[in-house]
């Protein structure tokens, strides 16, 4: 049997989890930081980038949030993706503007983009299906000439890179998934990558409450270790969609693992690759050679040079 989506989860996590146990403090704090610190290290991107948080989907409605998405916007949404991204749109009264895909990555390209754009679009979601990258140079430089955003569901890309940079880094705001059929799993939890420190500030403040990004001391808004905890100041009006010390726990035992994960993932390919281009009745996607990686979440035509 082929075991779809299942979490590598052992010893290891629970080892981690453990040390969390024994510290006495499960909430926000230490792991979670440490975490953050390690996921944009393994991305070689600057930390203050990144804010950790409950799921992927909680990361796409941020978005709409700090791009302040209304019912004046337009938002370009590419035709096969996750449901979040409708709903985050809908959720603020903006409209869904459908986009092909290409056939065989089911990836968004500029020129689909670009046949929707008009003077009311404000960002434009991409996601990198299966893991592969969309191709961001063309994408990029579309949105900047036409002032959109644009934001990369990097929900199954937690280790891909576009010429180098890592898919979720590339435009201005880009999220991961770490639920329980991700490669790297902390049972539910997300990350996020946001390229305007100030939004990113902001951003942090709404996923906690409207807590102050920065304490008058310093320390981040964990309550951990702070003395005079039951004194707030409250920034703005905020959820509580923060990651905890357990789930971040997971998450750090998962990310010394992650590079093996893909390595055998990218095995598994290579095996079936190799068997099924034997058969001539079968269109197989070619093996991998653009200048990218795959985190080889599906086994897709990641080979754009070919047409
Ligand atoms: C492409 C894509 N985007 C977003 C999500 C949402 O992730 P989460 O389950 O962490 O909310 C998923 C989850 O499967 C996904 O596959």
Not at 25 to 38: A, D, P, S
Not at 145 to 153: M, R
Not at 266 to 290: A, C, F, G, R, T
Request: net charge negative; hydrophobic share 35%; aromatic share 10%.
């Amino acid at each position: 049997m082929i075991n779809l989506f299942q979490p590598s989860l052992g010893q290891d996590e629970l080892d981690e989890i453990k040390k969390v146990f024994d510290s006495n403090w499960i909430g926000k704090g230490r792991v979670v930081r440490e975490f953050e610190e390690k996921f944009s290290k393994s991305l070689k991107t600057d930390a203050i980038h990144f804010l950790s948080t409950t799921s992927c989907t909680e990361a796409i409605y941020l978005s709409s949030d700090i791009f302040d998405f209304n019912c004046d916007d337009e938002i370009i949404v590419p035709s096969i993706s996750f449901p979040s991204i409708g709903s985050a749109v809908v959720s603020k009264g903006a409209k869904i503007v459908f986009c092909d895909v290409d056939i065989r990555s089911l990836n968004v390209r500029a020129q689909d983009i670009e046949k929707h754009i008009t003077t009311k679009t404000k960002a434009v979601f991409i996601t990198h299906y299966g893991g592969v990258s969309c191709d961001m140079d063309d994408i990029l430089c579309l949105c900047k000439e036409n002032n959109i955003k644009v934001i990369e569901d990097s929900a199954c890309a937690v280790r891909s890179f576009y010429k180098g940079k890592a898919c979720g880094t590339i435009g201005d705001m880009g999220m991961w998934s770490f639920d329980a059929m991700k490669t790297l799993c902390t049972s539910d939890g997300g990350m996020i990558y946001i390229k305007d420190k100030a939004l990113k500030d902001i951003a942090q403040e709404q996923l906690y409450l409207g807590l102050p990004a920065k304490q008058k001391s310093g320390v981040d808004s964990s309550s951990e270790g702070n003395a005079s905890w039951w004194e707030f100041e409250i920034n703005r009006p905020g959820r509580r969609a923060i990651m905890n010390d357990v789930t971040a726990a997971m998450g750090c035992a998962q990310l010394k693992k992650l590079e093996t994960f893909i390595s055998r993932r990218k095995e598994i390919y290579n095996k079936y690759y190799n068997s099924l281009i034997q058969l001539d009745w079968i269109d197989v996607p070619p093996i991998e050679n653009y200048e990218n990686e795959s985190s080889y979440y599906f086994f897709l035509d990641t080979d754009r040079k070919k047409r």
